[in-house]
């Protein structure tokens, strides 16, 4: 692995911790795994992630060990190719291969793009903005099979939305706000996560528009780089955009 590669999933890792102390997550981060046990049963509110690559599959079964003590279900990451062993071991635990994402990596702030007619685009500055984002992030995000309350729960603390380390852009289509998204800030670099636009929308370059804003809000910050892992909805926007591929990750989950 690379160093930008590298430092991708240090990002990754990093976003898990911010959401972990956010909600208020039970935690385990020691013998090379991170993983955190939301208040509810449900994998993306309980999830884990190898920070140490020479961990292995010890690592990955005391991260699911962890999981399972605080309830039922689990969601465990790896990455295609580079984490064979570990999904093996994994999949005799009965975790299923449920996706996958490709993890993403801009170098540079992209050029400026204008928004379509009729779009604002901003950034957050109030809490009613940030109430506005997690209404708009709670419907999106039920396209990819999580439910409303899960993604309100990822977002109860909406004033860290408002913290230095963090920056939202919303787009708004006559007053009202249609999409938003998050870059984090940590460690020199920039993490960019819950991109979401409603469905009626989409077809307007309104995922375009907030990506590309709070990634060329991280460079003007410092970032050295700025990652992301995408939806299949955002793939093909963020290549289009400037974002390059690294490796894929593998969602790994048991119900």
């Not at 990754?12 to 909600?23: D, G, I």
């Not at 370059?205 to 909805?233: I, K």
Request: hydrophobic share 45%; charged share 20%; with cysteine.
């Amino acid at each position: 692995m690379d160093d930008v590669a590298r430092q991708a999933h240090a990002n990754f890792v990093a976003f898990n911790r911010w959401r972990a102390v956010n909600e208020d997550s039970a935690v385990l981060d020691a013998g090379g795994v991170f993983a955190a046990a939301g208040a509810t049963d449900f994998p993306s509110s309980r999830s884990a992630v190898l920070h140490d690559r020479g961990g292995g599959p010890d690592a990955a079964i005391a991260g699911h060990e962890f999981l399972m003590a605080h309830g039922t279900t689990a969601l465990i990451y790896t990455q295609v190719g580079g984490d064979d062993a570990v999904t093996a071991a994994l999949i005799e635990l009965g975790y299923v291969d449920y996706s996958q994402m490709p993890e993403m990596v801009c170098e540079a702030p992209l050029p400026a793009a204008d928004p379509a007619d009729g779009v604002t685009v901003r950034l957050l500055e109030t809490l009613d903005d940030a109430r506005a984002y997690v209404d708009v992030a709670a419907v999106a995000f039920t396209e990819l099979a999580i439910p409303e309350e899960e993604t309100r729960h990822h977002l109860a603390k909406t004033e860290v939305l408002l913290k230095p380390d963090v920056v939202v852009a919303l787009a708004e289509v006559e007053g009202r706000v249609m999409a938003g998204a998050l870059v984090l800030l940590v460690g020199g670099h920039g993490y960019v996560g819950w991109v979401s636009t409603l469905a009626e929308g989409r077809g307007h370059g309104l995922g375009d528009a907030v990506t590309r804003r709070v990634t060329n809000e991280a460079f003007a910050r410092g970032a050295g780089t700025v990652t992301l892992e995408a939806s299949p909805f955002g793939e093909a926007i963020y290549r289009r955009m400037g974002y390059r591929d690294l490796y894929r990750y593998r969602m790994l989950i048991k119900l």
